[in-house]
């Protein structure tokens, strides 16, 4: 059997976009920084940041891809107010099997910052669990109010099916 649908190859290609209301702020900047416990001059203080060449304390070079600052909803049933695709594959159990990061610029707190995610690719592969599973690609353009690329995100997340237990 198949997990690889004509119903689900017709997801490949789409694009979805989310649109940020307000600048990322140096709260948020500040915030994050203290979250991830990095102390760094460049993300505290503007006259460090200044003196190293920037306009202001820019953002922990993740911040961009973790913001869900375009995000304008409530949180869906599981908590979730970040994008999903909510592909319609039954029976599955979901596991995130890695990012790749690549950064164009640091992000600035007058920066809006919006994203547009792109399922690229759905493959079928063999598991070592007997049977197949879906290896699920898209990628997260993260874009400041001026179309300026500040971060691309490529993320993949497998679809295994669940053993009956």
Not at 13 to 33: K, N, Q
Not at 57 to 72: G, K, N, R, W
Request: charged share 25%; proline share 7%.
């Amino acid at each position: 059997m198949t997990l690889l649908t004509d119903e689900l190859q017709a997801w490949i290609g789409r694009e979805v976009t989310y649109e940020a209301h307000e600048e990322l702020g140096r709260a948020s900047i500040r915030y994050f920084a203290l979250a991830t416990r990095d102390d760094n001059p460049l993300y505290l203080d503007d006259a460090y940041a200044r003196a190293a060449g920037y306009p202001s304390v820019i953002a922990p070079p993740t911040l961009v891809c973790e913001t869900c600052q375009y995000a304008h909803r409530p949180p869906d049933e599981s908590g979730c107010i970040g994008h999903e695709w909510r592909l319609p594959i039954a029976a599955c159990g979901l596991i995130r099997a890695g990012n790749d990061y690549e950064f164009f610029r640091p992000v600035l707190p007058t920066d809006r910052v919006s994203v547009i995610w792109k399922l690229e690719d759905i493959t079928e592969r063999p598991s070592s669990r007997g049977g197949t599973q879906l290896f699920v690609t898209s990628a997260a353009r993260y874009v400041n109010q001026d179309g300026e690329t500040l971060a691309v995100n490529r993320e993949v997340v497998v679809y295994q099916p669940l053993v009956p237990g």
